[in-house]
């Protein structure tokens, strides 16, 4: 067999196979002929709980999760231990499988240390730009332009300097990695997270999902603080009380640290027949709950993270073909186009009367789904991301690379 390198993958927020791309790219590499190892937490609620484990060839190791952080001890705290684990874990990884790039994901942006550490022996510093974390800080409601902001910016700009190539997921990304990491454009690939039809598939709907009620909302995503999701408690109050439509049920996907207190409040509002917090569902239930939907929503206020960022969900939902209502952001806006009805951000009146209005409107919704499943299908969905992955590898690899080729026997 042909092999191409030997890559190791660092994630801190999510375990794989969780972190749906992280484990695409994964695959992705594996297929060009990578040798790929991750790193990563294991998973809460007893699932990816294995420290090692091979999956279609792609080997994991995990160290346990960190405690849940709080306040900026607690962050500290956390991503000290997850770097010291990460670091163990590479040398084993070093010593079993070999290392030649290194591919670091954030947040947080720490493995530049890590990354400038294996240069030391000639190996590629690869980083993928999830996040933006100053942005991320000031939306959860940090300070500007205080200490633990500047060192964000800091750490996030070593990080632009000690990587060979960036890997980013949107344009707004890119230009912050030109002109606050002060990179070179053609050194700054856009490798979009888009929807993976093979874990997305449209199915019969299921009007038993809707509980008796005609019509079904769903929102999928984290349950964070930046997120906006009790924004999307106070707009399904006003749809069943302001707006008196008891005919609507909400369906609210995903877990995080914030579901307790969204569970609470949803008591509090009187929504308990009307809005259901699953919490974490499999990959089986989400195509179940996004094929019966209606409509889909996606609540995230306006930040300046939250406008520069892209969010999967609005892909995901595209990808079943339904119509979106949701805040009017710029990377929102890029990804849906016309299968979303925008209103003015953080406004949860508006936001209820355009629900309103899609949900009294079959012939948009099915207009808005159409064009929304297209895009997807020619523009967004993850087989159009590969090419460009394998063109930031091919910025990194070195023609010395350690190449095997074994070439198949012919009958003269």
Known sequence: MEYAGKVLIFVQ????????????????????????SVICPTGKHGRFNKFAEEIDGIHIYRYPAPIEAHGILGYIGEFSYCFFMAFLLS?????????DIVHACNPPETYF??????????????FDHHDLSPEMYLAKGGRENGILYRILLFLEKR???TADTVITTNQSHKQIAIERGGLAADNVTIVRSGPDFDRLQLLEPETELKDGHPYLVCYLGEMCSQDGVDLLLYVADKVRNQ???KDIKFV????????????????????DGIVELTGRVSDEDLCRYLSTADLCVDP???TEWSDKSTMNKIAEYMAFGKAIVAFELTENHYTAGDAALFVEPNDTDKMAEAIIELINDDKARQRMGTYGMTRVKEHLAWEYSIPMLYSAYDKVTKPSSPRTVVYPQTNP
Do not use: Q
Not at 13 to 36: H, I, Q
């Open 13 to 36: 927020n999510l375990p794989v196979p969780f972190d749906r791309r992280v484990w695409l790219e994964s695959l992705a590499l594996t297929e060009r002929g990578y040798k790929v």
């Open 91 to 99: 040398l084993w990884v070093w010593f079993r499988h070999g290392i």
């Open 113 to 126: 240390v890590i990354g400038a550490f294996y240069k030391l022996f000639n190996k590629k510093f690869v």
């Open 159 to 161: 990080t632009f300097k």
């Open 243 to 245: 707006f008196d439509r």
């Open 252 to 271: 609210l996907m995903g877990g995080g640290p914030e579901l307790d207190y969204l569970r609470s409040l949803k008591s509090e509002l009187g929504l």
């Open 300 to 302: 995230d206020p306006y």
